[in-house]
């Protein structure tokens, strides 16, 4: 070799190769390590740690690990130039004794790589080395000596880091990541809030108790204000009220916008969903309703960031007494006293002492509360069998729809006297109802976790629901509540009479400003990745969670392939949409894939997607799809107050949605005749094709309306059966049915099997011939 060459290969190597003594970020720890095997002493390791790193260690299974581009290394083939080829066999012998070293394995816990990161860095590495065609000069000179006897295996470890970091990159800047995931002091977040000294007023009571109303009557009288309410209903409420109290408001929520000042100036006073709020705008009085809500697994962040972030000088904050004294901490922290008014119930109600069994007894002003629409169809339909009428209102209703109901309900001239409902019921909708009927007291929930469980409702749930029976100045200035079934009846009155659980912890979600400064770190991760780590990193205190991410991780997994910008694939996956619907997801899809190619939404479009104009439902089929439409019409409102440009064509949307809830409000006064019509197709010949595809989304939950129907009407016959029966139906059968863990089709299945099971068991028979003649009777 030349001396020039010999020059120009010393200048490259110098430019690449680690210096010695740093190979390891640790040097000392590595040093100690390293002089225990070069004399053959005896000497214990050092353990290295890292004050940067929390005592709550990071659930390292998010951390995906980034593929690295194959390639040649940019020294070429300098290292085998300086040394000689890697014979592959005898590198893989030593790689794989650089794994096994268990000291290699603690050191590099003590940075960041726990067993798991280990093995994956490990694997990346291995293949890194094996089927790189030139190796860095540094990593092969390295590894030639060790191959060749004059190295120790330890001298791979801090190319191994250096791999490691480059396919966890999040391993680089943990300390920068743990910063900005944490979340124990919100109440900085909110610099104009914490500028001012506000004044926190508490109307603390139960449902019918003047609470509301009470901060209302300041907020009219104030210079300024804002309204915060959990739902559309209340918010549009607020904003009559307001406006027909001779103060301007506007509205505000998700989807809407509405200004009294005819060149779109905003008023003094704004009635808006809570999520809506603005927390820059300087107000006199801000209400909050609902406050017991910022516990709420999905939601909660939302009245934690009023609660800290609003510019108003008077807080009214409207709830339930169980939250007094979370409110006085967290209002602690901020150095803001908290004034208590508590309010009495103005009208009472009582628990009667017997269930009402049979939909025979129903009166008028009652009204059954269910936690599944396949029961309110069930219920419908047995109400207007008998030469009744009935309202119906469920949470997936459009507002208007459920307003028409309410008011169909509650007037006095209407012969419909009789409510069947979800527990969409307990806010927003003011009802004249004399008695509070349960038919279930199982409803599905959601955890913090996310997780999803059939529950018996809390104390503060079945309060709400109960609340709603004798409402002040409605018609039944008294209320009563119970059960429709005889076995409930004990559990809800020992339900009712447990105190409420105070409410201690608050909610909070990632800013779209945190998950973009977390993306500057991990520019490979995906969205739902990001959101994952940050919530796994976060460290909220004991007054704080994290609000379940779910919802916006399967948008955000959803949409992944469109090639979006962060802050936009951000704002999408808030949308408010129901993943349970097909059409809703679908459509939502198609809007991002428009959006992406910067094609704008418009009105046409839109109509082609769904189908518009639409026609009345002929069935609960089709009302489900056009309440999936309504929707729809939704998410588009919706998007349009995020990317105007790109959904430009708000007013003709708003105009097709108004008609879409017409038509709504319609197949809903008719509801009985959808459900038989549904049930006719169901129960059509086997050969015809109806017969066969069912009437509800194509699926056995169409079934189950005819199922649920005929185990109700055998529960209300429960008086004139046997003990056995009585007890088959109270005890398991019926209650499974209820909480949707089991069909009646499937029950009459098992019934089947079990007693040609029991036929064939000759020592059991004598057991049986009491069940089976009772049931011939």
């Known amino acids: 070799m030349s001396a020039n060459r010999c020059l120009h290969l010393f200048s490259r190597l110098q430019r690449h190769i680690i210096p010695r003594a740093a190979r390891c970020p640790v040097s000392s720890g590595y040093a100690l390590l390293h002089r225990q095997h070069q004399d053959g002493s005896v000497v214990s390791s050092r353990t290295v740690s890292s004050d940067s790193f929390s005592s709550n260690p990071p659930d390292t299974s998010l951390f995906v690990p980034v593929s690295l581009k194959a390639g040649a290394s940019e020294d070429g083939d300098v290292g085998v130039e300086l040394t000689q080829p890697l014979d592959r066999t005898e590198l893989l012998k030593v790689l794989n004794r650089f794994y096994k070293k268990m000291e290699m394995q603690k050191l590099a816990a003590d940075h960041g790589l726990d067993a798991r990161l280990f093995h994956q860095g490990f694997i990346s590495f291995r293949k890194h080395v094996l089927e790189t065609m030139f190796l860095p000069a540094d990593l092969h000179i390295i590894l030639s000596d060790i191959c060749s006897g004059s190295g120790h295996v330890d001298d791979i470890y801090p190319y191994f880091m250096r791999h490691a970091k480059q396919i966890f990159p999040m391993l680089d800047c943990m300390d920068d ?314 559990v809800l009155k020992e339900i009712l009479s447990r105190s409420v659980e105070p409410i201690e912890t608050a909610g909070l979600h990632p800013t779209a400003e945190q998950i973009e400064m977390f993306a500057y770190h991990l520019p490979d991760a995906t969205l739902s990745n990001l959101v994952d780590i940050f919530v796994s990193l976060s460290q909220v205190g004991g007054m704080y969670f994290v609000c379940n991410i779910d919802d916006f991780k399967f948008l955000a997994d959803m949409i992944q392939h469109i090639p979006l910008n962060l802050r936009a694939r951000y704002v999408f996956c808030t949308a408010p949409i129901n993943k349970k619907q097909p059409f809703v997801c679908t459509s939502f899809l198609k809007f991002a894939r428009q959006f992406s190619r910067d094609e704008p939404l418009t009105y046409n479009w839109v109509s082609r997607h769904v189908s518009w104009p639409l026609s009345a439902p002929k069935n609960i089929k089709d009302l489900i799809h056009l309440e999936a439409v309504h929707d729809v019409f939704d998410l588009y409102l919706w998007l349009s107050y995020r990317f105007m440009d790109m959904f430009p064509d708000t007013a003709m949307v708003r105009e097709s949605q108004q008609e879409l809830d017409d038509i709504i409000k319609q197949g809903v006064r008719n509801i009985t005749l959808l459900i038989r019509a549904t049930n006719s197709s169901i129960t059509a010949p086997p050969g015809s094709r109806q017969g066969q595809k069912g009437a509800i989304g194509g699926s056995a939950s169409a079934a189950n309306v005819t199922d649920v129907t005929n185990v109700t009407n055998k529960t209300n016959k429960r008086a004139e059966r046997g003990p056995v029966e009585e007890l088959m139906d109270s005890s398991l059968a019926c209650r499974l049915v209820r909480e949707g863990l089991l069909t009646p089709l499937l029950l009459r299945q098992l019934e089947k099997e079990w007693s040609k099971n029991k036929k064939q068991e000759v020592p059991n028979q004598s057991a049986l011939p009491v069940v089976k003649n009772k049931r011939k009777k």
């Open 177 to 490: 990541l743990r910063k900005i995931s944490d979340l124990r002091v919100p109440a900085s977040w909110y610099p104009d809030a914490r500028a001012i000294q506000r004044k926190v007023i508490f109307h603390a009571g139960p449902t019918n108790s003047g609470k509301t109303y009470q901060a209302i009557q300041r907020y009219l009288t104030a210079k300024s204000g804002v309204y915060c309410g959990p739902l559309k209903l209340l918010a549009h409420e607020i904003f009559e009220k307001t406006n027909n109290a001779g103060v301007p408001c506007d509205l505000v929520t998700g989807e809407e916008r509405s200004f009294m000042d005819p060149d779109g100036q905003a008023s003094a006073h704004v009635a808006c969903t809570i999520e809506m709020c603005s927390v820059t705008t300087p107000y006199e009085v801000a209400v909050i309703d609902e406050i017991q809500m910022i516990r709420d697994p999905s939601r909660g962040w939302a009245w934690t960031r009023a609660l800290l972030g609003l510019c108003a000088e008077e807080i009214h904050v409207c709830g339930e007494p169980s939250a007094i004294q979370f409110i006085r901490e967290l209002m602690f922290t901020t150095g803001e006293e908290v004034e208590v008014n508590t309010y009495k119930r103005l009208t009472p109600f009582e628990i009667l002492d017997h269930a009402v069994e049979s939909l025979n007894n129903l009166r008028p002003g009652d009204c059954i509360v269910c936690f599944s629409k396949n029961d309110i169809y069930s219920i419908s339909r047995q109400i207007e069998a008998r030469g009744l009428e009935c309202a119906v209102i469920y949470g997936s209703l459009p507002p208007g729809t459920k307003l028409s109901q309410a008011k169909k309900f509650n007037d006095p001239d209407d012969p419909c006297k009789i409510l069947v409902a979800t527990d969409a019921i307990g806010m927003g909708l003011n009802l004249s109802i004399r008695r509070i009927i349960f038919n279930s007291l199982i409803k599905p929930n959601v955890n913090e976790k996310g997780e999803k469980r059939m529950d018996t409702i809390s104390t503060s749930q079945a309060l709400q629901i109960a609340g709603r029976a004798g409402r002040f100045a409605s018609v039944y200035q008294e209320g009563q509540v119970t059960t429709m079934h005889r076995v409930d009846l004990p």
